[in-house]
């Protein structure tokens, strides 16, 4: 449950140009670009957690993919957890969640219109939506991350930074059955250091944040995750660690759960290496 980027391929970054989409021509597949990559990873104080839990670590696979067709632009990955089977990893129970999916694709409204809908820094405009699944269902003594969001999506020029998505979503909890706040995104990708032999290092990372979540369903009524992470990147491995900020995530007050008291607010740690397909 990491992040919303965590690399692209070389056609991928070469998406970041400043200039606004341009589909007046009626080409609308002559930016497309895919890319599909394994990460092996590690996670260490991953949250939420059960307050004061002595072991919360755990080993998983990572399938993530993207790309760009036509009017569809695409993020996602799906989580494997525990592939060591490890006893003492906090995904071992049966209770705990063995997977974890993100999708979230996105469809462009200048590409369906033909039209250019840029202005200032908004370089394109989208209907976006985010499916996370991880399928456990939140209990007495359980919690599971279900929901299905919709909303506006954009790409946006910033300093430095480039072109970031920024996203602003409508959430349905599958757990609730029911409209449960909002949520803003944002995720970036920045090379900033490169190698002679065309490697380079990247600041990469996103933003998720709930808000107005209702007091029946959620002990807070804001919260979310910041991940900064710092990579090295060739064109078939990556290597890199990223440290992940938590605010009453998913919008449980810190030292406040279900059926008891969690850990929600505070910093984990992800170690990560890549092979790109």
């Not at 996203?167 to 909002?182: I, Q």
């Not at 995104?185 to 920045?190: D, R």
């Amino acid at each position: 449950m990491k992040k919303s980027l965590l690399a692209l391929s070389v056609l991928a970054l070469s998406s970041t140009s400043a200039f606004a989409a341009d589909y007046s021509d009626g080409d609308i597949h002559k930016g497309d670009y895919k890319w599909v990559q394994f990460n092996l990873m590690y996670s260490v104080d991953e949250m939420p957690r059960s307050e004061g839990a002595a072991e919360n670590t755990h080993d998983y696979l990572e399938m993530e993919f993207g790309g760009r067709s036509g009017i569809f632009d695409l993020y996602g990955y799906v989580d494997v957890f525990n592939l060591t089977s490890d006893s003492k990893s906090d995904k071992a129970t049966g209770n705990d969640a063995k997977i974890f999916m993100k999708f979230a694709p996105r469809m462009s409204l200048d590409a369906v219109t033909g039209k250019d809908l840029s202005f200032g820094p908004v370089k394109e405009l989208y209907i976006a939506s985010e499916f996370t699944w991880d399928g456990v269902t939140t209990g007495a003594n359980t919690f599971g991350v279900n929901q299905q969001k919709i909303g506006l999506g954009s790409d946006v020029m910033v300093p430095w930074l480039g072109k970031i998505g920024l996203n602003l979503y409508g959430n349905y909890d599958s757990n609730v059955k029911d409209w449960n706040g909002y949520q803003v995104s944002t995720n970036w990708f920045k090379p900033f250091f490169f190698f002679e032999n065309d490697s380079f290092i990247s600041y990469q990372g996103y933003i998720d944040y709930q808000f107005s979540m209702k007091e029946e369903y959620s002990s807070a009524s804001n919260g979310g995750v910041m991940f900064n992470g710092i990579y090295w990147h060739s064109d078939r491995f990556a290597l890199g660690y990223g440290l992940k900020a938590y605010y009453d995530v998913y919008g449980i007050e810190d030292g406040v759960s279900w059926g008891g008291s969690a850990e929600s607010t505070g910093f984990s740690h992800y170690v990560a290496a890549t092979y790109k397909f």
